[in-house]
């Protein structure tokens, strides 16, 4: 079992950086690809990001490169979203999510069976 707990969201001004953290309980986080994923009110969940289990390989929703940075610190079991130049459309949910492989991460929720709980992120204009 993986337990996740995200943390690091809260209310920024549009133009503002923050970065967010997902925690894994986990004995073998090196063996998990992880992903973020978040949901805005109204909207589908999507694709943010995701990072391969050795940090080596990191992938983004087209609409977010170069804004969003993805890295993972296998020895504290930890994953990170370092997200700049925000803008209120960025508001929502955001989740982290995890699978155990040793493959490209996929992009579908579908995919990952580990969820957190989720931190939500609002974006002021």
């Known amino acids: 079992q993986v337990h996740l707990v995200e943390s690091g969201g809260g209310l920024v001004q549009a133009g503002g950086s923050l970065r967010l953290s997902c925690a894994a309980s986990?004995?073998?986080?090196?063996?998990?690809?992880m992903g973020w994923f978040r949901q805005a009110p109204g909207k589908e969940r999507e694709f943010v990001a995701a990072?391969?289990?050795?940090?080596?390989?990191?992938y983004y929703a087209d609409s977010l490169k170069g804004r969003f940075t993805i890295s993972r610190d296998n020895a504290k079991s930890t994953v990170y979203l370092q997200m700049n130049s925000l803008k209120p459309e960025d508001t929502a949910v955001y989740y982290c999510?995890?699978?155990?492989?040793?493959?490209?991460?996929?992009?579908?929720?579908?995919?990952?069976?580990?969820w957190g709980q989720g931190t939500q992120l609002t974006v002021s204009s």
């Open positions: 999510a995890a699978v155990q492989s040793r493959g490209r991460p996929g992009e579908r929720g579908n995919e990952y069976p580990y």
């Open positions: 990072v391969s289990w050795s940090g080596a390989g990191t």
């Open positions: 986990v004995r073998t986080f090196s063996s998990y690809a």
